[in-house]
């Protein structure tokens, strides 16, 4: 059975990188993951994927404050999103895939505050 649970701070201030973790239970190496958010009353907004080999990609929108990265070694994967702004409030979801998605986190809550 395949896991992923993000954690993170909840809250971040403007300007600010906002920094989350993705641990997998299960393969880690063979798959692609991706990070997706969902702003308050909004839809699903795929933030970019790292695959089986470290690749990263990034949506356009996003691309400039963007970072990912993974550690085999502990089966997880980061988003780092920086200068946020309260636009970047959302859910924020972990995923295995890159354009449709098998497993799922159950999402955390990052707001964007001062």
């Known amino acids: 059975q395949v896991q992923l649970q993000e954690s993170g701070p909840g809250l971040v201030k403007p300007s600010q990188t906002l920094a989350l973790t993705c641990t997998v239970s299960?393969?880690?190496?063979?798959?692609?993951w991706s990070w997706i958010r969902q702003p308050p009353g909004k839809g699903l907004e795929w933030i970019g994927a790292i695959d089986n080999s470290g690749r990263t990609y990034y949506n356009p929108s996003l691309k400039t404050r963007t970072s990912m990265s993974r550690d085999t070694s502990k089966n997880q994967f980061t988003l780092q999103l920086m200068s946020v702004t309260p636009e970047d409030t959302a859910m924020y979801y972990c995923?295995?895939?890159?354009?449709?998605?098998?497993?799922w986190g159950q999402g955390t809550q990052v707001t964007v505050s001062s």
């Open positions: 995923a295995r895939g890159m354009i449709t998605y098998d497993y």
């Open positions: 299960g393969v880690f190496n063979s798959f692609s």
